[in-house]
């Protein structure tokens, strides 16, 4: 299979190797590909089988079985070239059996080919029969061809739930699978810069803390404008993509999403993430089965991230809100999304957005953990990244720490982690404040490791009194854009 050319494929070099695999093998393959909405997944497999791909039908949102099926009968009849709709099957066992009619045609023995089905969660609607007969198409058939069938879906627990993991005709079949992440700090900048967009990093880590690395947002972009433009046109003017994206974001991926957008509610308010307890009763949830599989769906989606307490204990996990867009517009956009354009070049001088940068900076950095262990020279080394949260008891004060790294080597991390617009200085208070964090940690974990702190800033530190002999490695955004294997 050629490579693929197109001046915008950026990264997915392991998820394409698994779709060459598949294509190279001798046997039929069944490749799941799961990702959340607007990541890139439909994308990847057009560019991966470019030319490859014989019947292709993408799931209709909202559609019932009637529609559903018609929209295969339309699919079917133009990848077969005909210029009439074929007659649309009663079921999905009559519809496979006319996909089947369609293949027979072609000499799957001398030529491999791909079936592509998107966004199969809206396909399979509730009482369809799609998956048994999707199931009856492959174990009786398709599994004996020589055939890559791919399916894609945007909502990942469906994916994992009714297809990874089905109990039913479909139970263990899947050959491959593949988790489409967004881009990181690296592949973004190469991204853009493939499209004409030029902007230092400093700039492009505010557009990223807006709507992270999503493909289809960053493809809004437009060269020569600064970043705090291109956030005003994106997000606050009237026609702007992500004005109204939140509102649809959610509905298309999970039933009942009231629920899970309650949580995302929740945590976008709070600094340094919450306890499963606490969370769902900021949410108003009661903390039954069906709150698990919220929690399970936004987690498994992407949109928040639950981290370990040092002391490992699965109670201690803490969630936050780790989709940059969730949080951007909840904080920012909706309170002020009829506004206009314009409205980002006030609010970015303010000191709402100076403050809430600093946490929004700290997300990044946690999804950057493996950059910043290459940065430190310990890539090679096995380390646990987790928070410390303890509340304070009688005289003792509470302590907190964002982001740790627990290793190997009898040494534990503590990050720091300043956004600046310029050079860092650790004035008196700063430094005074370190050093108690990190005397309150050692008591209340009670490790006997030694503890180095690791500052990670935008822009080089200035040395001076405070920071000698406390700091022992400071590193910069630059540290985040490192290119790591995958």
Not at 112 to 130: C, H, Q, Y
Not at 439 to 468: C, D, M, W, Y
């Amino acid at each position: 299979m050629e490579p693929t050319t197109s001046p915008e494929f950026v990264g997915r070099q392991a998820e394409l190797s698994i779709l060459e695999a598949a294509f190279r093998s001798r046997e039929a393959e069944l490749v799941a590909v799961i990702g959340r909405r607007r990541v890139g997944k439909t994308f990847l497999v057009r560019q991966a089988y470019r030319g490859r791909i014989c019947f292709e039908m993408t799931g209709l949102q909202h559609g019932g079985k009637t529609e559903q099926l018609r929209n295969f009968s339309y699919q079917l009849a133009a990848f077969a070239g005909s210029d009439f709709p074929l007659e649309v099957p009663q079921d999905w066992q009559a519809a496979f059996q006319l996909l089947i009619s369609y293949l027979k045609v072609k000499d799957l023995a001398q030529q491999r080919t791909v079936l592509f089905f998107d966004e199969i969660p809206w396909i399979a609607t509730p009482k369809s029969g799609f998956l048994e007969a999707f199931g009856l198409f492959w174990n009786s058939w398709a599994v004996q061809q020589n055939l890559v069938i791919v399916i894609c879906g945007s909502a990942a627990s469906w994916m994992i739930n009714k297809v990874v993991n089905h109990k039913g005709g479909l139970y263990n079949r899947i050959t491959k699978r593949i988790f489409l992440k967004p881009f990181h700090l690296r592949e973004t900048e190469e991204f853009l810069q493939r499209r004409g967009i030029r902007m230092d990093r400093y700039q492009l880590l505010q557009v990223y803390m807006t709507m992270g690395g999503i493909p289809h947002y960053l493809k809004e972009l437009a060269p020569g404008k600064s970043a705090v433009q291109n956030i005003d046109d994106i997000c606050f003017a009237e026609n702007g993509l992500l004005n109204a994206e939140f509102d649809n974001l959610y509905l298309a991926l999970f039933e009942a999403a009231e629920r899970h957008v309650s949580i995302i509610r929740a945590l976008a308010v709070v600094r340094g993430g919450m306890a499963r307890k606490e969370l769902l009763q900021a949410a108003g949830l009661s903390d039954g089965g069906g709150s698990s599989k919220v929690m399970e769906e936004l987690i498994s989606s992407g949109f928040i991230t639950g981290y370990y307490d040092f002391k490992k204990k699965r109670k201690n996990i803490r969630y936050r809100l780790t989709d940059e867009y969730s949080l951007f517009f909840l904080k920012f956009i909706e309170p002020r999304r009829n506004e206009g354009r314009g409205t980002w070049q006030r609010l970015s001088q303010t000191q709402t957005w100076k403050s809430w940068s600093g946490y929004a900076y700290e997300g990044v950095c946690l999804k950057h953990i493996r950059q910043l262990k290459a940065a430190m020279g310990i890539d090679g080394l096995y380390a646990e990244a987790s928070t410390f949260y303890q509340r304070g008891a009688g005289q003792l004060p509470g302590v907190q720490v964002d982001l740790l790294l627990d290793r190997n080597d009898h040494i534990i991390n503590l990050f720091e982690i300043k956004f600046y617009n310029g050079s860092y200085v650790l004035d008196k208070a700063a430094a005074l404040a370190i050093r108690q964090k990190m005397g309150l940690f050692a008591t209340a974990s009670n490790t006997r490791k030694q503890l180095q702190v690791t500052l990670v800033t935008t822009f080089p530190i200035l040395e001076n009194e405070h920071s000698r002999g406390l700091i022992d490695q400071a590193l910069t955004m630059d540290d985040l854009f490192r290119e790591v294997e995958m």
